[in-house]
């Protein structure tokens, strides 16, 4: 039985990896393929411990996804002068690709930027302003760091509240898989991101320390930032001011504060911003969207699929990369095509 699911799941990845080369080399009408990538680690980086599977490259793996679409015959555009010239009904390649990278990465700056200043391959990162500059991370990678703490007990009254989300108790008192805490980190993400934020700030002294290495800082500094934008490869543009998923929030306040807050903070870091936000967790709401369309000339969804011409600005499809859904050229290939088919 293994056998033949395994033959079988091999013939529909083929079959979808195919369908997804046959559409990206017979699209005639100007298409925008948007590639979403968040940490660019190599394969042996210890950090991976402690990151969510989903949100990983390689650097050999980002490589090889500039090669392939540019065998396909795709021209690697910024994401703003694509759209400008679109709205501007100048002339467009049959398929253009945009690099893109959420969140605001140190690696992407790392192990990132080098693959694609070899390739000369324009990218937009998109910052989360309120985290830029600090030796802070996201709660996430908290969650994970603490649930993957040697010896830590999942009793300490400090982690009351998340006894709710631990799931199967017999896991309880050990130290947490990747997997398993990648999966608490899903069931999180019922509770609004300030509340995490405020709880873990009590269980600072559960999490093991690290070595020297591991304290350097996650999230892009100012310096490199500007390094990036040196060249004009790089181009920053919005995630808000402190990664809150939108329809978390209540108040106009608080949507202003991540919406607008995160457009002046770009502003007055004085690298080269474009005004274009992308949803947090791809989360919106209609209050959160008429502050997007009020602040920013476009906006990346996490939706999947390709973007004709008549694409909305503001509903941005992308296809989100890691080494998971493409670490072969089949695999890429097969993650387009099944969102496409
Ligand atoms: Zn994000």
Known sequence: MATIRSLSKFWALS?????????LKLTRSPTLIILTYHRV??????????EQPGMVIS??????????VRSLGA??????????????GEALPALSVAFTFDDGWRDNYLHGYPVLRQEQVPATIFLVTGMVNTDDTFWPEKVIALL??????????????????LGDPVRKSTPLSLPEADEIVSRL??????????????TSSLVAKTNDADQAPVILQHGELKEMSGENLVKYGAHTRNH???????????????????????????????????????????????????????ACTTKTGWNRASRNDFDLHRFNLHDGNSSTTRMLLATIGRSLA
């Open 244 to 298: 809150f998923r939108l329809n978390r929030l209540n108040s106009k306040e608080a949507l202003e504060e991540q919406i607008a807050g995160c457009q002046s903070d770009l502003e007055a870091m004085n690298v080269n911003s474009v005004p274009i936000f992308c949803y947090p967790n791809g989360d919106i709401t209609d209050g959160g969207e008429q502050l997007v369309a009020a602040h920013y000339q476009a």
């Open 15 to 23: 079959a979808f990896a195919v369908y997804g080369w046959l559409r």
């Open 59 to 68: 650097p050999a793996n980002l490589q090889r996804h500039i090669k392939l």
């Open 75 to 88: 021209v690697a555009v910024h994401l703003d002068e694509w759209l400008r010239k679109k709205n501007a």
């Open 148 to 165: 993957r703490t040697p010896g830590i007990n999942l009793n300490d009254q400090s982690l009351a509240w998340l006894q709710p989300y």
């Open 41 to 50: 680690l190599p394969e042996n980086s210890g950090e991976r411990e402690r």
């Open 189 to 202: 993400k019922n509770l609004d991101d300030a509340t995490i934020i405020q709880h873990l700030k009590h």
